[in-house]
């Protein structure tokens, strides 16, 4: 499944990211393609169903849109 294997490589990268900064990631910042296959619903919902051990259902997520570009993308972490 393709948003699987996207997802994985998220989970992955926020898990990096916290280890690096040594911090609980709070909010994440995404731009969707307008283009892409997925939307803000679609996307919380891989998200939060393939979280592992739910380590990141409760974080905020925001949304922005792009013309064109990747599905998605991540822009910004804010940390706790």
Known sequence: MHETHLFNHLFKYLA???KQAKRKIS???VTISEFGG???EHFL???R????ENKWQKIEVE???AAYGAEF???KIDFA
């Open 73 to 75: 993308q991540i822009d």
């Open 16 to 18: 990096e990211e916290e």
């Open 38 to 40: 997925m939307d803000k």
């Open 49 to 52: 169903h393939s979280c592992p």
């Open 27 to 29: 909010k994440i910042y």
């Open 63 to 65: 949304f922005k849109t």
């Open 45 to 47: 919902s891989h998200f």
